[in-house]
């Protein structure tokens, strides 16, 4: 499955089109490496993205091409979700 669909479907992203721009301008990685919006996506990957100054982790734990809002925490595993500290000057 594409990436940009992958987070559309389980939702960690809302639209397409959204999550096509924030893997274009490189802040999701699979597996450590950058990742375009249409890097195939796997069970057992770990995806790292990058909301503002948070950074989330998540294990995918299955593949669906599309899923009910219930279900779609059920497509993977919440493994970190750290904020990265600004400095002031």
Do not use: C, H
Request: aromatic letters at 6%.
């Amino acid at each position: 499955m594409r990436l940009d669909k992958f987070l559309k479907v389980s939702r960690l992203i809302k639209r397409r089109t959204v999550a096509k721009d924030v893997s274009d301008q490189g802040r999701v990685w699979i597996n450590g490496k950058d990742a375009k919006p249409s890097s195939p996506v796997k069970v057992g990957d770990e995806l790292k993205i990058q909301f503002g100054q948070k950074i989330v982790t998540v294990r995918v734990e299955q593949l669906s091409e599309s899923t009910r809002k219930e279900d779609a925490a059920n497509m993977y595993t919440l493994l970190s979700e750290e904020s990265r500290k600004t400095e002031l000057w």
